[in-house]
């Protein structure tokens, strides 16, 4: 079982150029969530999706794009880098927000814009 | 609209120490909120979460937290430190589809 994965863990990017970071949850979750982490900010959440073909703005959304084909994969389509994307983005995934299980988070892709 | 202040960004003890990590929320109504843990390049991991059966909740680690209503709090303690306490810890508000993090606690455990 191997949770929530997501690629790549590292990437460096050029201002303007666009990349997909990708996200694959095995454990057959409704929700999926995209979050960025800035030093000493927590996460901001960027998208959510509550089932395949779902998806819903959540505080940061501009400057990204998600979508929702299938209930296993979310990727999060970034299409002109900017330095300000500079930071770790973590994929989650949750049966639902409320259970006492919580989310189960990715280990994070770590992007510098330059 | 819910908020989650951590009260400390950076907490200090010596290994065999208890740890205290502070957590205010604010909301509308009755919270969700749950407690998570950040090891160095790490992903998050649950440690506990509030149910509202008990105001005590007990979490992986040896780590709880306890809900008080009436100051609005949610801190998290340990009554002894361990050197693999050394991560950062979030304090996290649930509703309505979303989790609202705080700004994190990084704790540093002494020798």
């Known amino acids: 079982n191997a949770g929530v994965t997501q690629t790549p863990k590292f990437r460096i990017l050029k201002i303007g150029q666009s990349m997909t970071l990708q996200c694959t949850q095995d454990?057959?979750?409704?929700?999926m969530y995209w979050y960025r982490q800035d030093p000493g900010m927590g996460l901001k959440l960027i998208y959510y999706s509550v089932g395949a073909g779902i998806t819903d703005k959540g505080e940061v959304p501009n400057g990204y794009n998600v979508s929702r084909s299938t209930t296993e994969d979310f990727p999060l389509r970034l299409e002109l880098a900017a330095p300000s994307q500079t930071s770790v983005y973590f994929c989650?995934?949750?049966?639902?927000?409320?259970?006492?299980?919580?989310?189960?988070f990715g280990s994070g892709t770590r992007l510098t814009v330059v | 609209a819910q908020s989650v202040t951590q009260l400390d960004s950076h907490v200090s003890v010596s290994e065999g120490t208890p740890v205290l990590l502070r957590c205010n929320y604010s909301s509308s109504y009755s919270p969700s909120l749950f407690w998570y843990v950040q090891h160095p390049n790490k992903g998050l991991q649950l440690l506990l979460k509030?149910?509202?059966?008990?105001?005590l909740v007990k979490g992986i680690n040896g780590f709880e937290a306890e809900f008080k209503k009436s100051e609005t709090s949610f801190h998290l303690t340990k009554p002894s430190a361990h050197m693999s306490d050394a991560a950062e810890y979030f304090c996290?508000?649930?509703?309505?589809?979303?989790?609202?993090f705080g700004g994190g606690t990084r704790v540093l455990v002494k020798p």
């Open positions: 454990m057959n979750h409704n929700y």
């Open positions: 509030y149910t509202s059966a008990a105001t």
């Open positions: 996290v508000g649930g509703a309505g589809n979303k989790l609202t």
């Open positions: 989650a995934s949750s049966y639902s927000w409320d259970r006492e299980d919580g989310y189960t």
